[in-house]
């Protein structure tokens, strides 16, 4: 038992008061041979205390050549796969017959491992410079415009500062990360010179060989902003710890109710100023609001160019027979005109555009989801079908026929017909109240396709025949 201080203390007085070790023992209640000890001890100075030594195993009274071998052998294997302190005593009462306890078992585990440990276990911590960013994405769940969902979020942190930036995408393609970017670009105005992400499949993954190999439109929006990507290794989480301590961060503060917002812009504007709002507390280390500092920071970034960068990967389909095409698991419909034919896809956040191959302009169709359709192309051809029947005559002339699609058609382009009226021998019933048409519809030249349109091959007779429409823009 360790005397206290104060007792050696007192030994220590009533020694140099001329008192016997007898009278010190009997007034203290020690031990003379304590009262001896501590007053003839010349140096109290502190020292550093002994490392404390585990307890003795009974696995080392005829067990330790059996055991010794098994965590060995571990260290070829993974280190999800190896022993245990559970899974060597399991082994050991079924094995050897091992009549000792589990605690035991513990402690010989713990003392080879701490014998046995390599020089490079254990983390350092890193510095990164002023203008370095860090990149990953999250997912939670949120209401999007009534629907609830699972919304992928982009954050952004600077490790520097510990300034932290989140945006609402619908995915994780490259289109999609540049955009997540740009907005955050510009909402900070300016660009980080360095930005580190892991093996995310919208912007690369680094090769068995060391090589890291970045997506065609990231390497241009790179290009585009002039900071310098960096990938890292698979599964290093902690050599982006920033970003991965943000993920959490966000998801605890910003998603807790869950979120509701019209649009992904909507929600990606209400957390940005949350998060300029959360930027106004003291920094973990420095004691100054974290936006002062992010600011300071801004003097090591990049100006962002002039031109804004458009986030549209670009690709080549190919048209069905109905004039479809599918674009990441979705149908676009171009129109009847287009079966067959390869046309060229901008595959943007929110819409979707094709082009012909010459074309100059093109119809756009946002959002993602099920087939588009195009119900002006169905106005357009029963008005043509009215005007060809025996009775269009003076009610036509006068405006008084209205160019509305009849139910026929709407069947008929529900099941990728082409937008023929199937009633032409009967003109359409007039509309009262229709003002009358200024400017007929006529098929001619466009931009984004030939200037002479087809016939329909299945008009049942040659009066009733028109041309199709014009590929137009939505």
Sequence with gaps: MTTPV???????????????????????????????????HGDYSPRPSNAARPGRS?????????????????LRMPVKQRHTATRVYERLVAECGFTGSYSSVQRWVKRWRREHRMESDGFAELEWAPGSAQVDFGQARAVIAGVE????FLVVSFPYSN??????????????????????????????????????????????????????????????????????????????????????????????????????????????????????????????????LFEAEKDHMLPLPGVRFDPCDWRSVKADKTGAVTIDANRYLAGPKWRSMRLQAGVRVFEIELRAPTAKRSPRWRGFGAIRRKPRWIRRACSRSSRESPAYGAKARSGTISPKPCESCSTAWTHARAPICSTTSEPLPPTAGSPPRSKRWKPSSTRDGPSTARRSAHVPNASSRVREPKAGRI
Excluded at 58 to 74: C, I, K, S
Excluded at 177 to 197: H, S, Y
Excluded at 229 to 240: A, E, I, M, Q
Aim: proline share 5%; hydrophobic share 40%.
């Design 58 to 74: 009974l696995v080392d009274d005829g067990y330790a050549a059996v055991v010794d071998g098994w965590p060995a052998a571990d």
């Design 163 to 292: 300034m932290r930036w989140v945006v609402a995408l619908p995915g994780e393609t490259s289109e999609r990360v540049c955009q997540g970017l740009l907005w955050i670009f510009e909402r900070m105005g300016m660009a980080p010179r360095v930005v580190v992400f892991d093996n995310a499949t919208g912007v690369g993954h680094r090769r068995p060989d060391g090589t890291a190999a970045r997506t065609r439109l990231f390497s241009l929006f790179c290009a585009h902003y002039g900071f310098e990507p960096r990938l890292r290794d698979p599964y290093s989480g902690h050599g982006k710890g920033s970003v991965e301590n943000a993920v959490g961060f966000v998801r605890r503060n910003l998603m807790v109710p869950m979120p509701s917002a019209e649009s992904f812009q909507t929600l990606t504007r209400v957390w940005l100023d949350e998060c300029e709002r959360v930027a106004g507390s003291d920094h973990y280390r420095h004691g100054v609001p974290v936006i002062e």
């Design 6 to 40: 104060c007792v050696r203390q007192r030994i220590r007085q009533l020694d140099r008061q001329g008192l016997s070790h007898r009278e010190i023992s009997r007034k203290l209640g020690v031990s003379r041979t304590t009262v001896v000890r501590y007053a003839n």
């Design 149 to 152: 969902r699972v919304v992928h």
